[in-house]
Structures are given as C-alpha cells and as structure tokens.
C-alpha cells in the first residue's frame, strides 16, 4: 500500500472527519459565546457593579515611563475569560445531555419479536396442521 493512499485511508477515516467537524463547530460556537459574553452578559453586570467595564479592570505594577507602557495585571479580562469558559462547558454540557438522552432513548425502543420466537410461532402454527 503506497503512501498516499494508505494517507488518503487515514484522512478519510469517519472518526477523523467527525472531529474534524466538531473542532470547525466549536470554534464557532465558541466565538457565538464569546460575543454573548462581551456584549450581553458582562455589561449588565458591570452597571449593576456601578458602571464597572470587566475589560478595563487590572492592577498597576510598574506605572509607565517615558515612552515604556505601564506594566499591568489585567484581572478584569480573565475574568470574562472565566466567564466564557463556564458559558461553553455548559453548553457542551447540554448538548452532550441531551446527545446520551436521544441514545438512551432510541436504546430503549422494544426491537420487536426476535427471530427465534418468529420460528417457535412458525413451528407452532405447522404442528397444528
């Protein structure tokens, strides 16, 4: 088996395209949750907290000299960080719930008279003629 197919095998496996799907999906989604942070949740947020902008938060360590910016620890961004972090752990959450309830319920579904027992009825019916 050459190279390229062998190659071509590998990348057209479903389990790969699968993931593939999934991780351009999720940078998506991901970018979906970022906005619903950024421009819906945290402004909010910042009002009730007195006009407070989460972006704009950090601590002064070194105060900037001359033409050298201020060395700053900008708290305020991790925090929307956090927050877009929870958001989308939930939401894959979600989605993987409810994933497993659909499989579950299509587990759940009665298969109908297996084989054996068409035959047993089948024997049954010819034993009586």
Do not use: C
């Amino acid at each position: 088996m050459g190279m390229i197919s062998e190659f071509k095998e590998f990348a057209m496996k479903g389990s790969l395209v699968d993931m593939a799907v999934g991780i351009i999906i999720g940078g998506a989604v991901g970018k979906m949750v970022s906005s619903l942070v950024n421009d819906v949740i945290m402004p909010p947020i910042g009002v009730l907290m007195g006009g407070v902008d989460f972006s704009d938060l950090s601590y002064v360590l070194k105060e900037a000299v001359g033409e050298a910016p201020a060395v700053t620890l900008n708290y305020g961004s991790f925090i929307q960080t956090v927050i877009d972090f929870l958001i989308v752990a939930f939401v894959i959450f979600m989605i993987i719930k409810m994933i497993n309830k659909a499989k579950k319920v299509e587990e759940e579904k009665p298969a109908g008279p297996s084989t054996e027992d068409l035959l047993v009825e089948i024997r049954d019916v010819l034993k009586k003629q």
